[in-house]
């Protein structure tokens, strides 16, 4: 298989090559498809995360697609978000928390917190997450997803995730999930694949 056909070949050979655990897992699901969203704007991608946070993929779906209706099936500029009142998003489904939240990522945004993808494709992992979680509402998890799907970071491990904790603790045929501080220890050893890593821990046959 050529780099073009699968420019995760190098990852998946990496974890593979781990134990037999890991080997046996991508043998079973097969070659890594992760795609980040490499057009969209920090500011999509964190008001795209909090519309789907807590949720299940399909709600997230209906939410987001009551929200473009309401711009001309258009994704809204910060300034549109601003000027909309609280009782139209809240329609879209959004709680009144998540409302509180977008509305701070747009006027984050408006005030150069939140950067343009240009600069921050020149940030840091460290440097990215320091400053937007700075924000009501966003929090570790919110900025690595960011990092991973928006900017294609390729050695993100989102530690406190559920589906990543409890896919590593049916990997390893556990009784009980390891917390964040076991699994962000046991991913110094996939390094520097996190990002693939979490990829297959989230698709571990239950």
């Known amino acids: ?50 519309a789907y946070q807590q949720l299940h993929q399909k709600a997230g779906d209906a939410i987001m697609a009551k929200v473009l209706r309401l711009y001309g099936n258009a994704f809204p500029t910060p300034e549109q978000i601003l000027s909309t009142e609280f009782d139209a998003l809240r329609a879209c489904g959004f709680s009144g928390r998540k409302i509180e939240t977008i509305y701070g990522i747009a006027h984050a945004t408006e005030g150069g917190l939140i950067p343009d993808r240009a600069s921050a494709e020149k940030m840091s992992d460290e440097e990215l997450i320091e400053r937007l979680i700075t924000l009501k509402g966003i929090g570790r998890w919110t900025v690595e997803m960011f990092l991973m799907f928006t900017l294609g970071r390729m050695d993100i491990l989102p530690a406190n995730d559920f589906g990543i904790c ?39 046959p239950k």
């Open 1 to 50: 298989m050529s780099f073009n056909a699968n420019p995760h070949i190098n990852a998946t050979s990496f974890l593979a090559n781990i134990d037999a655990d890991w080997k046996q897992l991508i043998e079973t699901v097969g070659p890594c498809t992760f795609a980040p969203a490499l057009k969209q704007s920090p500011y999509e991608s964190l008001v795209d995360a909090i």
């Open 166 to 204: 409890e896919g590593y603790k049916r990997l390893k045929k556990l009784n009980v999930a390891p917390k964040r501080k076991e699994i962000a220890e046991l991913g110094l050893v996939w390094r520097p694949h996190r990002t693939v890593a979490s990829w297959y821990l989230w698709r571990v």
